[in-house]
């Protein structure tokens, strides 16, 4: 009997690759999205079915869960933006805390049985003194951000819903990511847009950036969903689990590295509306607890991960400008 998995966010950055994933490995997936879907699937890789929903609207979630009744959930869509939670600091709350009380409700009524990964963010632990990476699970949460906020909250929701109504939930705190089809919102896709767009001609010789000089841990996307489909066949119920690598890299590094492949020279300007308030010069994640349960480790490397991003933005801006691809 096949076995069916529901993914929010599923044609967003993370969502994406995991539809693949588990579409290539024979499940049913049913896959959501709130408006035009960011990316369309092969749908030679198996049965993938789109539905386009407001997971704000808890009657329409609850009767697509009835619908579908999923053997597993991994409920992926949030405002994902920290930038963007500055600007609507309330709705980002509201919005991410909504989506997940939803899901959480409507996988009650629909299958209690079902397996549901939940994520959270690095962003829960808040500015860390240096002396304190990499951070483990038990590391206080102290968001400084309203995205941060509404992860905490998402995050001890699922906690909540575990210990009170006994849901299979098992929840996840990714570190920063990159990867392919990384947007541009987020700074590994902001970099790879504008040093493409240099490259071509369609922009000035010059990168806008934040503080490059910040230390993350950046995790290739593909590890990302590799980790939680792990979790999802061996992560203990109730737990959390850091998605990290725990080596620092800091963004000017990541930054380097496009010019240099694409063999662009700009100067690099940087943009105080870029900053943000709070942050921590070094954030990095132990993820042995998440090594010991499921056997994970990272398996793209820093490098592959940024080359790739570029590779994906490079593609994007030609097809935008309608310039024959090259090599």
Not at 163 to 181: C, K, M, N, S, Y
Request: glycine share 8%; net charge negative.
């Amino acid at each position: 009997m096949t076995r069916t998995v529901l993914i929010t966010g599923a044609t967003g950055f993370s969502g994406s690759f995991l539809m693949e994933y588990y579409a290539s490995a024979g499940w049913g997936v049913v896959g959501t999205h709130l408006g035009a879907p960011e990316y369309s699937p092969d749908q030679t890789l198996g049965n993938i079915s789109l539905r386009s929903i407001d997971l704000r609207d808890c009657q329409a979630v609850r009767d697509l869960f009835l619908e579908v009744r999923p053997d597993l959930v991994v409920h992926l869509a949030a405002q994902s933006s920290v930038s963007m939670s500055w600007e609507r600091p309330m709705q980002t709350l509201t919005d991410n805390a909504t989506m997940q009380y939803a899901v959480l409700e409507a996988v009650l009524e629909s299958n209690r049985g079902a397996r549901i990964i939940t994520i959270g963010s690095a962003d829960e632990y808040g500015c860390v003194a240096p002396d304190e990476n990499p951070v483990s699970e038990e590391h206080e949460l102290l968001p400084a951000s309203p995205y941060g906020l509404s992860k905490v909250v998402q995050d001890l929701m699922a906690r909540q819903y575990w210990e009170i109504h006994g849901l299979d939930v098992v929840r996840t705190r990714p570190f920063q990511q990159a990867g392919p089809r990384r947007a541009d919102k987020f700074v590994a896709g902001s970099f790879a847009r504008q040093v493409s767009e240099i490259a071509v001609g369609v922009r000035e010789r010059v990168i806008h950036v934040g503080n490059i000089d910040l230390e993350r841990d950046f995790v290739d996307v593909r590890d990302v969903a590799r980790a939680y489909a792990l979790l999802a066949e061996r992560g203990q119920a109730g737990e959390v689990y850091n998605i990290s690598t725990g080596v620092p890299r800091t963004l000017r590094d990541m930054l380097e590295l496009m010019l240099k492949d694409s063999g662009v020279s700009a100067e690099i300007r940087e943009d105080p509306s870029r900053r943000r308030l709070q942050e921590a010069p070094l954030l990095t994640g132990d993820a042995s607890k998440l090594r010991s349960t499921t056997g994970w480790t990272p398996e793209v490397s820093f490098e592959q991960s940024v080359l790739d991003t570029l590779g994906y933005w490079r593609r994007r801006v030609q097809e935008e400008q309608s310039i024959p691809a090259h090599g």
